[in-house]
Structures are given as C-alpha cells and as structure tokens.
C-alpha cells in the first residue's frame, strides 16, 4: 500500500525566511503534485513533477522530484504571509486503471509578519 | 471556463436521509473521483469512474453509492447518512493519462 509522508505537519515561520516541505513516499511513482488549500477552499495546483531531477518553480516556491530516494522537497524562498496556507503532495501509481491520488496529510504553513 | 462543479456547497442533514452531492465537469475528461477530507487524515478517496458505466470503489466506499450515466456527471449518493459521514468533500476529474487534476470547490456535509 502506497503511503505518503508528509513533514514537519506544522510550519511557523516569519515572513522574509527560507523553509523546505518534505514529502516522502513508499512505492516506486514518477509522478509526484503539489497543491495549495486555503480554509474551507478548494486544492489549487501548484507543481506536477513527472520525471526523476524534475525542478518547478513558481515565485517564490520551488518543487522538486528524487524518484529514487522517493522524496519531493517544496522550498519557500524569502516567505511571504500570502503563502499561508496548507500544503499537500500527492502521488499517483504508475500504470493503468485507477487513477487514484494518495495525498500526504498536509503541512500547515503560517507566516509571521 | 474550465471547471469542477459540486452541489451543494454546504449542506446540514438528518441521519438516514438520503441524499446526493452532484458533480459535473465542462472538459470532457474520461475520469472522475470523489475524495473526502477529514482533519488529520488528508484526503481519501471515496469512489472513481474511468468512463461512462464504469465505476469502481476506493479506499472507504462504505455508505456511499455514485453513478456515472453520462460523462460530465458523477453524483455521490449517501443512502443513509449518518454522524461519521460528515466531512469535506471534493470531486475531481482528469483526462486519462499523465494529466493534472482539476478539484471542484468541496462540499462541506454536516449529518445530525
């Protein structure tokens, strides 16, 4: 059974600072996402890493992809209070049939003015 | 515009009446899924549909029923809600193959 790891599940960090979300997962994919939740909102799509090395940038986040230590960093450059939010990584199994999302629980950013 | 409808957005019941949360999509994707979020679990899937009369259950399909008669929709039927039922609920669709998915905007399920 596919898990995914999530860490730390709480950030606290002031805004101007550098941080990095983890995300580690349990069975061999090549295809790792990024979303973005505000309370009571909707996922919003941040990155879609499909490829071993894979690097995404989009202001100040930067996501990237090791298929073989199967890791996903999401790293927040010089952060913002607009970036509060709750962060997931998602991954789906190589292969046909159901194509299902197996979500990490969350990290719950809040930046700090 | 592209998009994920859900209906409705929020909405209080009374344990054993049924109901159903609709979802419809505008993109002509093949699969569908529903997902229900729960503090400290994440997100888990409830059922998918890789196409028109093709369903099949996901990680905790218990209490829930879906259809899929035409493409665009995808309703989610509760039989019989009860209490461990409430939660927030997404549906999701994608094109089949290495595509992105696009959320609805949640249905939040309150059952008494």
């Known amino acids: 059974e596919l898990k995914v790891e999530q860490n730390p599940l709480f950030l606290s960090m002031q805004e101007g600072k550098n941080y990095t979300i983890y995300c580690n997962y349990s069975t061999t994919s090549d295809r790792l996402y990024w979303y973005r939740q505000d309370p009571g909102k909707s996922l919003e799509s941040l990155f879609v890493l499909l490829s071993n090395g894979a690097v995404k940038q989009e202001g100040r986040l930067m996501a990237s992809l090791d298929t073989k230590a199967r890791l996903s960093t999401l790293h927040i450059t010089a952060a913002v209070h607009d970036l509060s939010a709750t962060y997931f990584c998602?991954?789906?199994?190589?292969?046909?049939?159901?194509?299902?999302?197996?979500f990490g629980t969350g990290t719950r950013l809040t930046i700090i003015p | 515009e592209a998009q994920v409808t859900q209906n409705p957005r929020y909405l209080i019941t009374v344990t054993g009446k049924k109901l159903t949360v609709t979802c419809s999509q505008n993109m002509n994707h093949e699969y569908m899924s529903w997902y229900r979020q729960d503090p400290g679990l994440g997100l888990r899937q409830i059922y998918y549909?890789?196409?028109?009369?093709?369903?099949d259950k996901g990680d905790v399909p218990e209490g829930y029923k879906v259809s899929r008669k035409e493409k665009r929709n995808f309703p989610l039927i509760l039989e019989s809600p009860s209490p461990n039922q409430t939660s927030l609920y997404f549906c999701?669709?994608?094109?089949?193959?290495?595509?992105?998915?696009?959320f609805g905007s949640g249905t939040r399920l309150t059952v008494v």
């Open positions: 999701a669709s994608k094109r089949t193959g290495i595509y992105g998915y696009t």
């Open positions: 998602a991954v789906d199994i190589r292969g046909f049939g159901n194509e299902k999302l197996t």
């Open positions: 549909s890789m196409n028109v009369e093709v369903t």
